[in-house]
């Protein structure tokens, strides 16, 4: 799910032009926050993720909001893991059973992103790009309202919080 869609941005800053321009910009204006808001409460955009991890048993990935494991392969032979009964615990993955995965460095693919984007994530977003949209409009927004008022929301949002 993306983290904000252009008709959503239009329609916070209230904008009724129907123009590609404006689309267009909105859409730069909606890539370029969407790594920075990632970066603050891990992946929003779902998308697949592929991780070299050591595992001990078990594996932390390196992102949060992890969907789905798609495979799992020993990296030193190439064998292929059964992802069958693989639960995912934040950023941790294990067998349900309680079996280990198999020690050393393991290949890991899977899906990464949030499903559902939290409100407080999404009109953080907005704020953001409302933020960016009056600077292009040449309206006088004071300086120090633009850090605080883009991370106020997404800030209420910690990274390893289930989200769906």
Request: glycine letters at 8%; proline letters at 5%; charged letters at 20%.
């Amino acid at each position: 799910m993306a983290l904000v869609t252009v008709a959503e941005a239009k329609t916070f800053l209230n904008i009724q032009d129907v123009s590609a321009a404006i689309d267009t910009k909105l859409t730069g204006f909606i890539a370029g926050i969407t790594p920075v808001v990632e970066r603050r409460v891990g992946p929003v955009e779902v998308r697949t993720e592929t991780s070299v991890v050591r595992s001990n048993g078990q594996a932390v990935l390196p992102f949060a909001n992890v969907i789905s494991i798609q495979s799992v392969t020993i990296r030193a032979t190439g064998t292929t893991v059964t992802t069958t009964g693989i639960v995912v615990d934040g950023t941790r993955i294990k067998y349900a059973s309680g079996a280990s995965l198999p020690y050393g460095d393991l290949t890991i693919a899977y899906t990464v992103g949030m499903t559902v984007v939290p409100s407080n994530i999404k009109y953080g977003a907005l704020e953001i790009i409302s933020q960016a949209w009056e600077t292009q409009r040449n309206k006088e927004v004071p300086a120090f309202l633009i850090p605080y008022r883009g991370k106020a929301w997404p800030m209420q949002h910690d990274r390893n919080d289930d989200c769906a």
